[in-house]
């Protein structure tokens, strides 16, 4: 990804595209956790894609090249959500940031394997976690973000991302059976997270 970033930065449309390619689906799944609006995701992808290409002079190298995207992208789905709410509130940027989201009993009942009493259990635990905790755990382990690409995405300190792992996990194992704990991680199950 470094040599396509570094194709961009010098101009090569080709590259844009790749990058648009490489990353859309993820872009738009991760929106959909942000997001109810289908036209307002597409929309802020191809928003984030045009101001690569009009900033292209001026990017940094980065070496990151996904969890810059995926911040670019999360500030612009919070700025336009800020911009729908201006005329009902007036959110400050840690509002913003703490978005609430919910995970509904439909979401969680992937497939036959799972049964209705472990969705349950699975969406009661989930919903005890936090908002920023529920989207480092589907950062994490749906879009294979590391610790330090989750940590540049939320503009948080790497070692937030830690600890709130780690305290994502210690309340996870305490409260589900092993074999519950591990359907977690399912991508299935994380591709239902939301976070509005």
Same mark, same amino acid.
């Given at each position: ?8 930065? !010098? ?26 609006? !289908?036209? +307002?995701? %597409? ?6 894609? #045009? ?37 009902? @509130? ?7 940031? +703490?978005?609430?989201?919910?995970? &509904? ?6 497939? +036959?394997?799972? !049964?209705?009493?472990? &969705?349950? @259990?699975?969406?009661?635990? $989930?919903?005890?976690? %936090?908002?920023? +905790?529920?989207?480092?755990? =589907?950062?994490? =382990?749906?879009?294979? $973000?590391?610790? %330090?690409?989750?940590?540049? %995405? ?8 830690? !600890? ?11 409260? $589900? ?5 591990? @359907?977690?991680?399912?991508?299935? #199950? $994380?591709?239902? @997270?939301?976070?509005?």
């Amino acid at each position: 990804m470094k040599k396509t970033w570094d194709d961009l930065r !010098n101009g090569n449309s080709e590259a844009l595209k790749k990058l648009f390619y490489k990353f859309y689906d993820d872009l738009y799944f991760y929106g959909t956790k942000l997001c109810n609006d !289908n036209d +307002q995701i %597409t929309d802020s992808i191809q928003e984030v894609f #045009i101001y690569l290409w009009e900033s292209r002079k001026s990017l940094s190298d980065v070496s990151q090249v996904k969890s810059y995207i995926f911040k670019i992208f999360r500030n612009k789905i919070f700025k336009e959500k800020a911009k729908a709410k201006i005329y009902t @509130l007036f959110p400050n940027n840690e509002e913003i940031s +703490q978005l609430d989201f919910e995970i &509904s009993q439909e979401d969680l009942l992937i497939e +036959q394997e799972l !049964n209705s009493v472990r &969705s349950e @259990l699975i969406l009661n635990i $989930l919903n005890e976690l %936090t908002p920023k +905790q529920r989207e480092i755990l =589907y950062l994490k =382990y749906y879009c294979n $973000l590391s610790n %330090t690409e989750i940590s540049e %995405t939320l503009s948080i300190e790497k070692q937030s991302v830690s !600890n709130l792992l780690n305290r994502s996990f210690h309340f996870l194992r305490k409260n $589900l059976k092993p074999e519950d704990f591990f @359907l977690l991680f399912n991508p299935l #199950i $994380l591709s239902q @997270l939301k976070f509005l």
